[in-house]
């Protein structure tokens, strides 16, 4: 059973930090890709970050670029995301995902290229 399990969620001030972390378990072998999404009340999951196994590429939003990090433990299967500059617009359930179906060595971006899920994590910013 192939199950992500997100934490650090909470509620943070405009401009404040957070720190999610997300850990797989059930796979042999760790997770080709590993990636962030969040979906806000009302509005479709969309893609945060994505790293590759052995952290050397990663891909950002636009809308987080500059303040969001994500990084790899690749012998633990876990990520994380820290998230600095918070804003009022980054408040979203926060899901990891990770992906062992696609081909290319390129961090995907869709939901449809990424598996497995997490349960979410609440991220809530207050102005």
């Known amino acids: 059973q192939v199950q992500l399990a997100e934490s650090g969620g909470g509620l943070v001030q405009a401009g404040g930090s957070l720190t999610l972390s997300c850990s797989a378990s059930?796979?042999?072998?760790?997770?080709?890709?590993m990636a962030w999404f969040r979906q806000a009340p009302g509005k479709e999951r969309e893609f945060v970050a994505g790293?590759?196994?052995?952290?050397?590429?990663?891909t950002y939003s636009d809308s987080v670029k500059g303040r969001y990090t994500i990084s790899r433990d690749s012998a633990r299967n876990t990520v994380f995301l820290r998230m600095n500059s918070l804003k009022p617009e980054d408040s979203a359930g926060y899901y990891c995902?990770?992906?062992?179906?696609?081909?290319?060595?390129?961090?995907?971006?869709?939901?449809?290229?990424?598996?497995?899920w997490g349960q979410g994590t609440q991220v809530t910013v207050s102005s």
């Open positions: 790293i590759n196994r052995s952290g050397g590429s990663t």
């Open positions: 059930g796979l042999t072998f760790g997770p080709k890709f």
């Open positions: 995902a990770a992906s062992n179906i696609i081909a290319s060595n390129v961090v995907p971006t869709h939901t449809t290229d990424y598996n497995f």
